[in-house]
């Protein structure tokens, strides 16, 4: 286990089992999945992964994957947008899901929604050091808040406030607070996305379709050149992924990348220094853990410390990448059972 994470109901494995229906609820990808969970045991028995976009809410997802199971005890699902009071509304797909429906519909005695990066914070307890790669190492660090940032389809980010004892999550929307412009290229860039969106969050930038914004400003207002190769590729597939594959073969994928990582870094020292994040900052997301060999020069950590007299203290906080992907799924298990 990474993290003791405090829980409001204190089970024992002399505790009558229960089944969890955990979900991990994006605008690309929905991952369902039901749980035997007993005292400190929390067990697989079904799972199954949705395109989110090919169906017209959680409930008919819901329909399609338990036919024929268990029904559930509890549901809890870990959703990327803000819950207020039970309700969700996805930020990146025109999804609503509310507990209370999904409580009466599917019979349900107890239904949590929390943010997907809340979920994957609950999930740390359920990992352990197999499941993370170091980026920055330090000896005897010291025990305090930590931060947790997640580049995917969106922006994820959250924290853990450490008590002495237990680390306890909680969400934020702190990606979508505003891009914050260090050198003149960032300007140039900042005005090109304020006239296409308006505001220009670091969301924009810090994200699948943000390394798309990066690439094509580099392209069309930079002038830089792309190759005939590169651009039938984009077309024909993931833009985002392609960008960060290509790196070594095309000039204008590693200055892209580059960016995406010097950007990453400096919302990741926003937070750190934001939550006084001591205890650690851990990277997850779908992005990071398919692009760790771009972390190996040095790149992230060196914009990371660049906060001026505050550097000293972000020196000492450990920065982990979170490998496993099912940590969401498996934060809302841990939260359903134990909550």
Same mark, same amino acid.
């Given at each position: 286990? @990474? ?5 409001? &109901? ?89 507990? &209370? ?15 997907? @990066? ?5 999930? @740390? ?67 090109? @996305? ?17 390394? %798309? ?9 930079? #002038? ?10 984009? #077309? ?35 937070? %750190? ?25 040095? &790149? ?16 000492? %906080? ?22």
């Amino acid at each position: 286990m @990474l993290l003791q994470i405090r829980s409001s &109901n204190k089970l024992t494995l002399k505790d009558k089992s229960r089944i969890v229906l955990a979900g991990d609820v994006g605008a690309t990808k929905t991952n369902l999945a039901l749980f035997n969970a007993k005292g400190n045991t929390i067990v697989s028995i079904a799972e199954q992964k949705f395109v989110s976009k090919e169906y017209k809410n959680i409930t008919e997802i819901i329909e399609i994957f338990l036919k024929g199971i268990l029904i559930p005890d509890s549901i809890c699902f870990g959703v990327a947008g803000p819950v207020m009071n039970g309700h969700a509304k996805l930020s990146n797909i025109s999804w609503n899901i509310d507990s &209370n429906e999904l409580a009466r519909y599917f019979n349900a005695k107890k239904v949590k929604l929390i943010n997907d @990066l809340e979920a994957n914070a609950y999930g @740390l307890a359920m990992l352990s050091e197999k499941d993370v790669a170091s980026v920055h190492s330090v000896k005897n660090a010291e025990k305090g808040n930590v931060a947790i940032i997640a580049p995917g389809t969106g922006l994820g980010e959250a924290g853990m406030y450490w008590d002495g004892e237990y680390y306890h999550p909680f969400a934020t929307e702190g990606g979508h607070c505003d891009f914050a412009p260090r050198n003149d290229f960032d300007f140039e860039l900042y005005n090109y @996305l304020k006239k296409k969106f308006g505001h220009v969050s670091w969301e924009r930038l810090i994200c699948g379709p943000g390394i %798309v914004n990066i690439y094509n400003f580099l392209r069309d207002k930079k #002038k830089r050149t792309e190759p005939v190769w590169l651009m039938k590729k984009i #077309k024909e597939g993931d833009a985002a992924a392609i960008i960060s594959q290509y790196v070594d073969k095309s000039a204008i994928c590693k200055e892209t990348m580059d960016h995406f990582i010097r950007y990453l870094a400096y919302e990741s020292a926003n937070i %750190v220094l934001k939550f006084k994040a001591s205890g650690g900052l851990f990277i997850g997301g779908g992005i990071v853990p398919k692009i760790i060999s771009l972390f190996t020069n040095n &790149n992230f950590y060196n914009s990371f410390c660049q906060s001026g007299r505050l550097n000293y203290l972000l020196e000492k %906080v450990p920065i982990k990448i979170i490998l496993n992907p099912q940590t969401a799924l498996l934060g809302a298990a841990w939260c359903g059972a134990k909550n």
